[in-house]
């Protein structure tokens, strides 16, 4: 019998999170429900999980502290959260803290499960590929491992950062088509995602630059272009 993929489900309003709990357990998944974040958070270092829902406004910490320190524990765990807040700050806080992707309340319980199942097809595609390296100017990107490396420094990559510079190098020296990639990492090619990617692209250049023949420009109007002196597969 095939195990239930788990998650981790941090919800304060109790009505909506028990309906939220009842409802992914009705569709085949093991969702466990916490109050506050202070409590998701001990149960995320108890136990194991696949995907995490973390509400943005809860007690005790609030679902961007429950995120940033559960990406410290674990940089590739998918995150998603749910908010009332529509301004486009704290969406983009969300998506600096690394969220997979972000849902703004009033939202159905389909629209829920299209993304967390979008996310986790996401994650099993890319485990099942075959492991790639990149030779990036002096750098050396495993694409399975998430690690960056330059010499005997090696950075661990989120998993967005990871899949973006995938695409890029995938691309390299050619354009990487902004609606192309969006729909790709983000599933919808919508202002927020977009805002999301700006931010990865923006991190992407600092991990890259202690060499300076590597580049990543902006094509206006069309995408990103990564400028390196050789491409590797």
């Given at each position: 019998?095939?195990?239930k ?8 309003d ?5 309906l ?11 969702a ?9 958070y ?7 999980y696949?995907?995490?829902v973390?509400?943005v406004?809860?007690p ?14 674990n940089?590739e765990?998918?995150?998603?959260f ?18 997979d ?17 979008a996310?986790?097809r ?6 099942n ?14 694409t399975?491992?998430?690690?960056l490396?330059l ?10 950062e ?7 190098c ?5 354009i ?12 919808d ?8 990617m ?12 202690e060499?300076?023949t ?8 069309k ?11």
């Amino acid at each position: 019998m095939e195990e239930k993929l788990r998650i981790l489900l941090c919800e304060d309003d109790e009505n909506l999170g028990m309906l939220l709990r009842e409802y992914l357990q009705a569709k085949g998944y093991a969702a466990e429900l916490y109050p506050d974040g202070d409590a998701g958070y001990k149960a995320f270092l108890k136990n194991k999980y696949d995907i995490c829902v973390f509400d943005v406004m809860m007690p005790k910490k609030d679902g961007f502290t429950l995120a940033q320190e559960v990406r410290a524990a674990n940089s590739e765990i998918p995150i998603i959260f749910l908010t009332a807040k529509t301004l486009k700050d704290d969406i983009l806080e969300g998506f600096k803290i690394g969220a997979d992707d972000y849902i703004t309340k009033p939202f159905s319980m389909e629209e829920l499960t299209f993304r967390i199942e979008a996310i986790l097809r996401r994650v099993r595609g890319k485990k099942n590929k075959e492991s790639s390296v990149y030779k990036i100017g002096k750098f050396t990107f495993d694409t399975q491992k998430q690690i960056l490396s330059l010499g005997e420094k090696q950075t661990k990559l989120t998993t967005k950062e990871s899949e973006l510079l995938s695409l890029l190098c995938a691309h390299a020296n050619e354009i990487l088509q902004r609606d192309f990639a969006l729909k790709t990492i983000w599933i919808d090619d919508n202002y927020f995602n977009a805002r999301s990617m700006d931010v990865y692209i923006t991190k992407l250049r600092k991990h890259l630059k202690e060499d300076d023949t590597i580049e990543i420009i902006n094509i206006h109007g069309k995408g990103y272009k990564l400028i390196t002196p050789e491409k590797e597969v």
